[in-house]
């Protein structure tokens, strides 16, 4: 367990550890990115000083009284917690740790005191299922021990910020399993800097989007400047469009304080080109490589001091598909009354009645249906801009707080209008098109069905085109359902256990000592229901429990759980459930019940199965609460051992429907390497010939015997696998659901060449 982390050491798996920023950070640094140097002050590091200054029960027992609607009450409890944090006197070890990193990094830098920026780092922060601009803080040009010290504690305490909580709360985090870690790195001071999208942001076509402003990126992220913007085109390297803004405010370091302060732009450069054609290149360039190393598209920070190019940071793109595209332009828009004019953020009109927000303490005038019109929005706004249904902002750019909440949303999104704020008047009602970035006066009688109530009703979107090797989608989270099945996936491939048994906090085994089983099976019935529902009739796999012994031991009743030296190799899966077949039947049972409702779309699979006898007994135990595998229900197993892969023959023997590739674990297991540990990692691949070969021969036994075969590992959502597997004839794909249509388009292209290969041959023939 590390309690300071340098980002040589990180990797983008480490999110647990290092949190979003962190892990990708590492993760940049090991590609070759120019990255600025730094490391990350762990969850551990959060967690041990919660826990060891005895204040985790006091900030528990506030959530838990706080009513997240009441807005005033909201803002309070925030505003408790977070006092009780930075008061709270930082314990002399703890201290020492971050002391002893940052004189490392001065030391790595060769000077003294450097300047850095810490950021924090949330663990449930920059994943595509739960990705949402600024929720925690940022402290820039931050100098020496003390204040290190001092930001570092802020950044814990931002982990309770009002629009934080309420954001935990409205996506059913459990507040007491989310921890944070905080990034420390060396501070780029800019002359340049802002935000690149390697695709277009809504509808991921292959465009380089970049925005830059003056000074430090600050502005351009949160929206107080309205940068330049520049398209690119990737395939041609041709610049598609540059527009010039007027640049008013810049970030810079102040060098008398050292602070960061906002300033205005000088004349000569307000409304003068910021970046030069070959920094453009440039960034494309590495933006390519940024996308070509994560394999999806990526969100990235950059900065530009002294004509050397830094990421600052990548995430991936969450809103690819996220919002319906309004129609053709319509005969009559010269006939409308355009009345201001911006960059179109977030796609789809709506029309409303104008609320102007000024600050914080107006929100409450937001109801459902209005128009949002404020200078810049700020994380602090969430909860209103969902009530509206339609956003516009006087300040930013395509990749500022706005657009970028408004497209995880679906709301239609104006921003950068310059002066809307002034020029739209209160209760007026108006019409905005968030592709074009126009406002209109009045209601336009033939807008296209693009507002939010609509979008909620809407049937799931279909993809462009099918293809005959079905592309599902991985489910981690109920709460992602909705998100998950507006990619227009096939089913779901791999529904998650874990997240909906553990986030109640209490041991499952405990429920079923106590007698409360039925306690434990509607828990499962209420969650597995959110997601069977969204899909149907579309298939869900569900996968029953895999957590490894160390999830278990912070939960009430997990005192009793064994340590174990690596519990990947451990107790766990089907080998844990059949030792202890209460758990096991209380999942049966509540599929079982789902079925009787009528969702029947349900399939079980079984995780880490080695042995043909563990299928057996699994399949007894099944039909001891009335189900019937392979009569009806589908029954399964995953494949994530080479030992279930050698012997998959006695599998299809003792009866299966389909197997799943879970190719994180079958790659660990095959190569014998911890894909946790970083003196190996480096070796963790699972392209390796012998896990292709594993996989080929399970395809095609299954094909034989026709079993229905997936992949529903991290592997499913890369490109070049995913084309190998279809080629091998598998019979579906499960890919996270950032992902599913960019694999769709991978599936498609490789049938299509499958075809084109097979019509040559009979030609030649």
């Known amino acids: 367990m590390k309690y300071v982390e340098f980002f040589e050491e990180l990797r983008k798996e480490d999110v647990d ?6 892990a990708n950070l590492g993760e940049l640094t090991h590609a070759g990115i120019p990255v600025p140097p730094g490391f990350v002050v762990t969850s551990y590091t959060y967690d041990k000083f919660i826990k060891e200054t005895g204040i985790f029960d006091e900030i528990m027992d506030i959530l838990d009284a706080l009513d997240v609607n009441n807005n005033k009450e909201l803002q309070e409890s925030a505003r408790v917690i977070k006092k009780i944090i930075t008061d709270t006197p930082m314990p002399d070890e703890i201290r020492a740790i971050i002391v002893e990193a940052y004189n490392a990094l001065c030391t790595r830098i060769g000077k003294e ?21 600024g929720q925690q803080d940022t402290y820039l040009n931050i100098k020496g021990v003390e204040d290190v010290v001092k930001y570092v504690q802020k950044c814990w305490a931002s982990l309770f910020e009002s629009r934080a909580i309420f954001y935990r709360e409205e996506n059913d985090f459990d507040h007491s399993k989310v921890y944070i870690a905080v990034v420390v790195q060396e501070m780029v001071d800019a002359e340049k800097a802002g935000v690149m999208f390697t695709v277009h942001p809504s509808t991921g076509e292959e465009k380089i989007l970049i925005e830059g402003a003056w000074g430090l990126g600050e502005g351009v992220v949160s929206g107080t400047v309205t940068p330049d913007t520049c398209w690119y085109d990737k395939n041609t390297g041709e610049i598609l469009d540059y527009r010039v803004s007027d640049k008013k405010t810049m970030f810079k370091r102040d060098p008398e304080k050292g602070r960061t302060v906002q300033v205005e732009v000088p004349e000569n450069l307000r409304e003068k080109r910021v970046l030069s054609t070959y ?5 494309a360039e590495i933006g390519k490589k940024i996308q070509e190393h994560y394999q999806f598209p990526q ?23 996220n919002n319906k595209e309004s129609g053709e ?20 009109m709506a029309s409303g009645a104008v609320k102007t927000v000024q600050n914080t303490d107006e929100l409450d005038k937001i109801e459902e249906g209005d128009i949002l019109v404020t200078p810049m929005t700020t994380p602090d706004m969430v909860p209103a801009m969902k009530r509206a249904d339609g956003i516009i902002t006087d300040e930013g750019g395509v990749t500022c707080h706005a657009a970028i909440v408004s497209r995880e949303l679906g709301i239609p999104c104006v921003v950068g209008t310059g002066d809307a704020t002034k020029i739209l008047k209160e209760n007026s009602i108006v019409t905005l098109d968030g592709k074009k970035g126009l406002v209109f006066e009045g209601k336009i009688k033939d807008e296209s069905s693009e507002t939010k109530e609509t979008a909620a009703t809407t049937t799931v979107v279909q993809p462009s085109f099918l293809t005959v090797t079905e592309v599902k989608v991985n489910v981690s989270m109920p709460e992602a359902a909705k998100k998950a099945s507006e990619t227009g996936a096939d089913g779901v491939g791999l529904l998650r256990t874990e997240h909906m048994m553990l986030t109640t906090g209490v041991h499952p085994k405990k429920f079923i000592r106590e007698g409360k089983e039925d306690e434990l099976i509607k828990v499962l019935v209420e969650n597995i229901l959110k997601v069977a529902d969204a899909f149907y009739p579309k298939t869900v796999w569900y996968r029953t429990l895999d957590a490894p012994t160390d999830e278990f031991q912070s939960l009430e009743g997990g005192e009793d759980e064994p340590y174990e030296h690596n519990p990947m190799l451990g107790w766990r899966g089907i080998r844990r459930e059949l030792d202890e077949p209460e758990i096991l039947k209380a999942e049966f049972r509540a ?21 043909p006898d563990e299928l057996k007994e699994a399949k007894k135990i099944a039909e001891s609460v009335g189900l019937k595998p392979q009569k009806n229900i589908e029954f399964g197993m ?8 050698l012997t998959i023959e006695d599998f299809i023997a003792e009866g299966i429907d389909f197997v799943s590739f879970g190719t994180n674990d079958l790659t660990q297991y095959t190569l014998a390497i911890d894909r946790n540990n970083e003196n190996v990692a480096g070796l963790y691949s699972e392209r390796h010939p012998a896990v292709l070969k594993l996989i080929s021969h399970v395809i095609k036994e299954c094909n034989k015997a026709g079993v229905k075969t997936s992949i529903c590992g991290q592997a499913g959502s890369m490109p070049d696998i995913v084309e190998k597997l279809v080629e091998l004839g598998i019979t579906s794909v499960s890919a996270n659901t950032d992902a599913v249509p960019t694999v769709r388009e991978v599936v498609a292209r490789v049938e299509k060449k499958l075809l084109l290969k097979a019509a040559r041959k009979l030609v030649q023939e």
């Open 17 to 22: 550890v290092a949190g979003g920023k962190g």
């Open 113 to 133: 005191d450097v300047y850095v920026a810490v950021r924090s780092s949330a663990t449930a922060e920059d994943l595509p299922e739960a990705s949402f601009a």
């Open 279 to 283: 920094e453009i290149a440039k960034l």
């Open 299 to 321: 969100d990235t920070e950059w900065a530009i001091e002294g004509g050397r190019i830094f990421m600052l940071q990548s995430r991936p793109v969450t809103t690819l598909g």
């Open 329 to 348: 332009e319509s005969s009559d828009e010269v006939e409308r009354t355009i009345i201001v004019r911006g960059l179109g953020a977030s796609p789809g």
């Open 591 to 611: 599929i079982k019940k789902l079925h009787e409702e009528g969702y029947t779309n349900i399939g079980i699979m079984l995780p880490l199965v080695q042995h």
């Open 638 to 645: 995953m494949v994530e051992t080479p030992a279930a892969a």
